[in-house]
């Protein structure tokens, strides 16, 4: 079975970084895996997502320039690495994965087939 574990999150000023790390397990499969956020009274939005077949990614307008994802193969570890944090950042992250029925650039913005979720790790940035 897949399952996800993510961790990371805390309180930041803006500015700052923080490091989301998700441990990733039970793939027998292509998948696509990433990083979706929700903050209060927000809907979800796709954050980050990495391809396992070709490691090709998908980053979100708000995000681009700021944060980078990445997979390590030899720990099953996918990791978003977040600098210059904004105060708008603050929201629950969440790691989720699916089959990769698409690429990245396609599945990961209205997280179409993310049939997996990890508990969600809030990053709360002041001002």
């Known amino acids: 079975d897949v399952q996800l574990q993510a961790s990371g999150g805390g309180l930041v000023e803006a500015g700052g970084s923080l490091r989301l790390s998700c441990a990733a397990s039970?793939?027998?499969?292509?998948?696509?895996i990433g990083w979706f956020r929700q903050a209060p009274g927000q809907g979800r939005e796709g954050v980050s997502c990495i391809s396992s077949s070709d490691g090709s990614t998908y980053y979100g307008d708000s995000v681009e320039g700021r944060f980078s994802i990445f997979k390590d193969n030899t720990d099953n570890m996918v990791y978003l690495q977040m600098n210059d944090l904004k105060p708008e950042d603050t929201a629950v992250y969440f790691c989720?994965?699916?089959?990769?029925?698409?690429?990245?650039?396609?599945?990961?913005?209205?997280?179409?087939?993310?049939?997996?979720w990890g508990k969600g790790t809030l990053v709360t940035v002041s001002s």
């Open positions: 039970g793939f027998t499969f292509d998948y696509a």
């Open positions: 989720a994965a699916g089959p990769l029925l698409f690429s990245v650039r396609e599945q990961c913005p209205i997280d179409n087939g993310m049939n997996y």
